[in-house]
Structure formats: structure tokens, C-alpha cells
């Protein structure tokens, strides 16, 4: 088979968009945007590198702050909400058994947040829109600094992503309870009520006799769990893009309305409670279910400790609202009793329910020896050790003396965030890839184990290597979100830079496997309307 | 008062540690489940002991440090403590405005920098001059935030804005202008 046949059919051209399910097209979709999301997320990682050891001539500062702004929220919003986003969608009826509820709402998720995310990362490239991810008040109200007309676009393309995780909530909590045509009436206030978790706590408090068999599966109840914080996200998110919309709209207007009216320390308050549903809640919650469900899938075993998994979890949504004092332990104006409490003492059960999460799957893979190493094993794996390194990193600097050192340091972007994101997060999302890819593409062919190798080494190696260094660098005291124009950090910059574009190599040795795997032809016509109308997930011939 | 870079050797020690054997451990891990043998069942008793101990690491580890960490104490009680000298610190449109044109500070001296923001949210840290942090706190418009330190060795430091303002906050450092002097 010639190289052109295999990059414009795939791999054998084994695979064929035209037989692929409305449902199948739907989820891929959504890996394919995410990908692509990702990558751009990495092109601008590598940028903001070479500005911390260089500032390049071309790229203002103002630019500079624009990409360190847009950054987190395309690799969060555009790549991982997409791929987790597009998965779930899959893997809830996959697993309930029952079709999605509405295919249309899906779809609504898909082109909003593809198209929310590139109206806000256009807004921030043309407009140099800055206040970063954190939006501490009143910056991004500050009009001497920022464009209020690029800023209403930017804050219209994050709401645009909102709207869409809303469809993505309302699609996931009436999957799991509706009743499809032709079925049995589902209960769906128990089905819900073991979603969440209620009827698992009743449980605790009933004899053994009484106790009530779960309704849904462990993934589902992760799912449906770390699906309730990214309900309070897009609220917290959405009621504040609203907030600072009217003040930019006021102002464009001819109005200014006094900044002074919003206690800064409050709004820094209740919007990192929201922010804090992201990173230490749908994501933990999202990936220890993720966990959980590659583990029994590599190993066709039931779960270690299933009952305190699913405590675990629940625990994880309940510690989720509770630990977002945290990022406040340099605020000296937070009362000492919510930064020891919150801060401090709930923020150290993550220690716990992560651990918990880890040992659990360990010891499933254990049950199963010996295993074949594949592909999603060896990225689940890395996604493993992404979050037992990331974690402890991140309860060591929530401690009240060690974040008086620490805080906004390049320790708190490298070995705990970026080592939790790019390492845990992406290896374990990877994991997921290789071994949802042959169901949801009718068994298309890997086309090179070899560049499957090379992605894993390429990435894990990249991942802990850039955070390591830019962790030395915090510990040296380089700051996050700064620019250092006298070359005082480079040595560590360089080396964070080459782990960097170890990263990059990896993500292209992916996205050209993927390519010569199922055709040029092939990821286009993912984009083609579907001819195939069925609900079913799968077509006929793959059940 | 032990100096905070001590405190960061400590941490890197620590971290570094942990982080070799958990990687060590996931790579034995992985060599051992491809290997020959049968799979077996992981005990109990192993687990809650996993369980217990990640407790007591997680508890431990904020008594320990409010314990070493001398000024973990003294942040949380400072209200209540004299302080030797008191700089009133204030910050708008991206510039501190210093009470002296050099902060100069006697060894030993307990200092509560009192910094004030009037427009928006800033950080205050004091860094050597090898570019290591002494310590950094935030600066939030509308409310009072003060840091009391306790000096004990010379030493000459540059005040940075250690949280993000905006593009046009990027550079708001004092190059040299606190001074601790007086000790053997």
C-alpha cells in the first residue's frame, strides 16, 4: 500500500466515516477539536518559553499576557472540556446501556465550545484582553489597561463554552434518569439519587439485609458527581462574565461604574470557590472515575474496594466545595480559621481520596497479572504517577508557612499544575483514546506502535522533565506571570524549554499516527453530515 | 528566625525524595504486572494501612511546619504582637510609594510592612539578591495587608509586585532598598 494511500485512506483503509453512527461521529468530533486545541495550547506554551528566556522582538508585553491569559482556558476549556466532554457523552449510555437523550444537545455542546473558544482566543489575540484565568478584581475592569469592546467578545466566547457545558449537565443527568421509547419506566429519582451518591450514604446508615443494590455503575456515579461541580462552575463562571460584562458595556457607554462597588476580597473568595470546582473537583472526580473505569477495562476484573471508591468519591465532591481558601493563604485579609480549615485541613484530604483513588486501581491491575503492556496501560500508568507526583506538590504549598514562600512561584505552575495537567490529566485522557479508539472508529488500525512509544516516552519524559524545572526555578524564587528581561532564570528556562518541545514532538508523532491511521479522508468526513440516523451507539456489525 | 531558605532546601530534599521513589515505584509496578505469575488479591489490612497512613502524612505535615516554621506562628498571632518598626507601604497606578527612599532595619527587628493598594490587587515580597523569595504576601484593594518578619542576618532585598496587575505591572520593582544591618 503506497504512503499516499495510507495517509489519504488510513491505515489498511480500515476505517470509513460513512459507517460510523451519529453517535460515534458526535464523540470524535469532539477529539478531534480537542486535539487540536491541545496542540494550539502547546504552540503557545512554547512561545511564552522562549519569551521567558528571550522576549522576542515582535511580541509585546501586552501580547505576552494575552497568550498567558487565553493558555489555561484553551488547554481547559477547548482540549480537555472537549475530549472529556465528547468521551462522557459516549461512555454514559455506553454504560447505562440506553441511548443519549438527545444527540442535538450533544452536537449544541460540540459547536459551542469550538466555537466559544475560538471567539475568546481571537478577542485576546487582536484585542490583547489580559486579566488572566483568575480575573482578580477590579483588573478586568481596568479600561486604562484593557479594551472593554475585546474584552465583551472574550467574556462572550467564555459564556458561549458555559452555555455548552450547561447542555452537557442537562444531556449527562437525563441520560442516566429518562426513560428511552419502548422501555420500562426508569426511577428516576433513584437512579439519580445513586448517581450522586445519596442512596450509597443511606446505605451506610442501613443494616446489611436492607442495604440497596446501586442502580448505576461506579464510572456513571464518578461521572454524574464530577458532572454536579462543573454544574457550579458554569454558574460561578457565567455570573461572573455577566458582572464583568456590565461593566464593560457601561463603559462603552459612557458610564463608569464604580469598581470599588465589589469587595475585591469577597469576589476573590467566591470566585476561586468556583475556579476550585475545575481543579481540585470535576477533575480529580472526573479522573479517578476515568481511572476506574480503564482499570476494569484493561483487566476485565471488578474494582479493588468498590464500596470506598465510591465513598472516596463522594467524599472528593463534598472536600471540592470546601478547599477553595487554598489559593488565599497569602491573602492576609482571609480569616486565619478559613485559612486552617479550608486552606489547610480539608485541602489535605485530596492527599487522602487521590490516594485512595491511586492504591485502588494499582491493586485491580495487580488482581490481573501478568498483563500485557499496551498502550492504554502505559498511559494509564503515566497518568498515575502524574497525580502522585502533582498532588503532595500541591498540598505542600497549601500549607500557611510553605505558601509564604511559595505562592505564585513557578513551583505551583510546574510540579503541581502542569505536571497534574499535562502528565495526570492528558496520559490518563491518552489512555482513554487508545482504548476507546478501535470502538468508536469499527476497528481502524494503529498505524505505527512505534510512534505509540515514542508519544508515551516523548510526552512522560517532557511532562515531569518541564515541571521539575520550572519547579527549581520557583524554588529559586522565579515568579509565575511575570517577565524576567535580565536572563535570571534561563538555565532552568532553557531545560524547561527543551522538556517543552519534547512535549510538542510527542503530540505530533500522535496526531500524524492518528492521520496515517484513519486517513486525510477519513477526519474529514468526520466533519460530513451524518447519512446513518440510528440512536444506536455502535452500528450493527461492531456490537 | 531560621531564614525561609533554609525552609526551601528542606522542601527540595523532601520533594525530591518522594518524588525518585514514586517514580521508581510505578516503573517496578510496571515491570512486575507484565511478568509471569498469577495475579492476586491485595490484602486489607495493606490498604487501610495505605489509608492510615496518607492521614497521618496529611495531618502531619501542617503540625510539623507550624512547629518549625517560625513565622507560621507569628502570621497567624500578629495581631497581638509588638512590632519593632512599622513601614506604611502604599501601591497605585503600578508604583509603590515608600516612606523612606531606603527602608533600613536593625537586626533582630520584628517589621510589620503595612501595605495599602488604591486600585488594584496587587503582591508585596521581598526578595535577596540572588533572586530567592524571603516572603510574599497579597495585596487586595479595600483591605488591610500586613506582614510581620523577623530579622535576623544582613542583608539588602528588592521589593517586587508579586502578583499579576496587568501588562503594565509586569515591572514594578525596587531594586535594593530594604536593608537589614547590624548583625556579627
Known amino acids: 500500500m503506497s504512503y499516499i494511500n495510507t495517509l489519504m485512506n488510513g491505515e489498511q483503509s480500515v476505517f470509513s466515516a460513512k459507517k460510523l453512527t451519529p453517535m460515534q461521529r458526535m464523540t470524535l468530533r469532539f477529539v478531534v477539536v480537542g486535539l487540536l486545541y491541545y496542540g494550539i495550547a502547546v504552540i503557545e506554551g512554547m512561545i511564552m518559553r522562549i519569551y521567558q528566556i528571550e522576549p522576542i522582538s515582535v511580541l509585546g508585553e501586552s501580547h505576552f499576557f494575552a497568550i498567558l491569559t487565553a493558555h489555561p482556558l484553551v488547554g481547559i476549556f477547548g482540549s480537555t472540556y472537549s475530549i472529556v466532554f465528547g468521551a462522557f457523552l459516549f461512555l454514559v449510555p455506553f454504560l ?19 466555537i ?26 481596568d479600561f486604562s489597561q484593557f479594551n472593554p469592546v475585546g474584552g465583551a467578545f472574550f ?50 446508615f442501613r443494616k446489611k439485609s436492607k442495604q440497596k443494590e446501586h442502580l448505576v455503575s461506579l464510572p456513571v456515579a464518578a461521572i454524574a458527581r464530577g458532572t454536579v461541580d462543573t454544574a457550579l462552575n458554569a454558574g460561578i463562571i457565567l455570573f461572573t462574565g455577566v458582572l464583568i460584562l456590565v461593566y464593560m458595556v457601561s463603559h462603552i457607554m459612557g458610564f463608569d461604574l464604580k469598581e470599588s462597588a465589589v469587595d475585591a476580597l469577597l469576589y476573590k473568595n467566591w470566585f476561586w470557590w468556583g475556579l476550585d470546582l475545575i481543579a481540585d473537583g470535576l477533575v480529580l472526580i472526573f479522573v479517578a472515575g476515568t481511572w476506574y473505569l480503564l482499570a476494569t477495562m484493561i483487566t476485565g476484573k471488578k474494582l479493588f474496594m468498590q464500596n470506598i471508591a465510591r465513598a472516596a468519591l463522594l467524599v472528593e465532591l463534598i472536600v471540592s466545595w470546601t478547599v477553595w481558601s487554598h489559593h488565599l493563604l497569602s491573602d492576609q485579609a482571609q480569616p486565619g480559621w478559613l485559612k486552617i480549615v479550608s486552606g489547610e485541613l480539608v485541602t489535605a484530604f485530596e492527599l487522602i481520596t487521590q490516594g485512595l483513588a491511586f492504591f485502588i486501581t494499582l491493586a485491580t491491575l495487580w488482581s490481573a497479572r501478568p498483563l500485557k503492556m499496551s498502550n492504554e496501560l502505559k498511559f494509564l500508568l503515566g497518568g498515575l504517577l502524574g ?49 476507546l479508539f478501535p470502538i468508536l472508529t469499527n476497528g481502524a488500525k494503529l498505524y505505527s506502535q512505534k510512534l505509540a512509544n515514542f508519544h508515551f516516552w516523548a510526552h512522560l519524559i517532557g511532562g515531569i522533565g518541564m515541571g521539575a524545572f520550572m519547579g527549581m526555578a520557583g524554588l529559586n524564587g522565579m515568579l509565575r506571570r511575570t517577565i524576567y528581561y ?58 | 528566625m531560621i531564614d525561609s531558605s533554609l525552609v526551601l532546601w528542606g522542601q527540595t530534599v523532601a520533594y525530591t525524595c518522594y518524588a525518585v521513589a514514586v517514580i521508581l515505584l510505578v516503573g517496578w509496578f510496571g515491570i512486575a504486572i507484565t511478568k509471569k505469575g498469577k495475579g492476586s488479591k491485595v490484602s486489607k489490612p495493606l490498604f487501610y494501612s495505605f489509608v492510615g497512613m496518607l492521614v497521618v502524612i496529611g495531618v502531619s505535615l501542617h503540625i510539623v511546619t507550624y512547629n518549625t516554621i517560625p513565622w507560621v506562628p507569628m502570621d497567624l498571632d500578629r495581631a497581638n504582637i509588638k512590632a519593632d518598626r512599622v513601614f506604611e507601604i502604599s501601591v497605585e497606578k503600578h508604583q509603590f510609594m515608600l516612606p523612606e527612599e531606603e527602608l533600613i ?51 539588602v532585598y528588592t521589593i517586587r509586585s508579586t502578583e499579576y496587575s496587568g501588562p503594565k505591572g509586569a515591572q514594578m520593582i525596587i531594586k535594593d532598598v530594604v536593608r537589614v544591618v547590624g548583625c556579627e
Open chain 1, 486 to 543: 535580565e536572563g535570571e532564570f534561563n538555565l532552568y528556562m532553557i531545560l524547561a524549554g527543551i522538556c517543552g518541545g519534547l512535549l510538542l514532538l510527542a503530540f505530533l508523532a500522535f496526531l500524524y499516527n492518528i492521520i496515517m491511521s484513519v486517513g486525510v479522508k477519513g477526519v474529514l468526513g468526520l466533519f460530513q453530515a451524518s447519512e446513518n440516523k440510528t440512536k444506536d451507539l455502535l452500528p450493527a456489525d461492531n456490537q
Open chain 2, 105 to 155: 532595619i536593625e537586626c533582630g527587628e520584628k517589621v510589620l510592612f503595612n501595605v495599602t493598594s488604591y486600585d488594584l490587587t496587587y503582591g508585596f515580597g521581598l526578595f535577596r539578591q540572588d533572586n530567592s523569595m524571603l516572603f510574599q504576601m497579597q495585596v487586595i484593594p479595600g483591605h488591610v495587608n500586613d506582614i510581620l518578619w523577623e530579622f535576623n542576618s544582613n542583608g
Open chain 1, 155 to 204: 467574556i462572550a466566547g467564555i459564556a458561549l463554552v458555559m452555555l455548552g457545558t450547561v447542555f452537557f449537565v442537562i444531556n449527562v443527568f437525563k441520560t442516566i434518569t429518562y426513560t428511552p421509547e419502548g422501555w420500562e419506566k426508569q426511577p428516576a429519582g433513584a437512579l439519580m439519587a445513586d448517581a450522586i451518591g445519596y442512596s450509597g450514604l443511606r446505605n451506610l
Open chain 1, 116 to 141: 466559544g473558544t475560538f471567539i475568546f482566543w481571537v478577542a485576546g489575540f487582536v484585542s490583547h484582553f489580559a486579566p488572566l484565568y483568575t480575573l482578580y478584581w477590579p483588573l478586568p475592569a
Open chain 1, 387 to 435: 497525580f502522585a507526583l502533582a498532588v503532595p506538590a500541591g498540598i505542600m504549598q497549601a500549607d500557611i508557612g510553605l505558601n509564604r514562600i511559595l505562592h505564585n512561584t513557578q513551583w505551583i505552575i510546574g510540579p503541581h499544575v502542569h505536571v497534574a495537567v499535562l502528565v495526570g490529566l492528558s496520559m490518563t485522557l491518552y489512555s482513554a483514546i487508545y482504548i
Open chain 1, 96 to 114: 447505562m446501556k440506553k441511548p443519549l437523550w438527545s444527540i442535538r444537545l450533544a452536537n449544541s455542546t460540540f459547536w459551542l465550545i469550538t
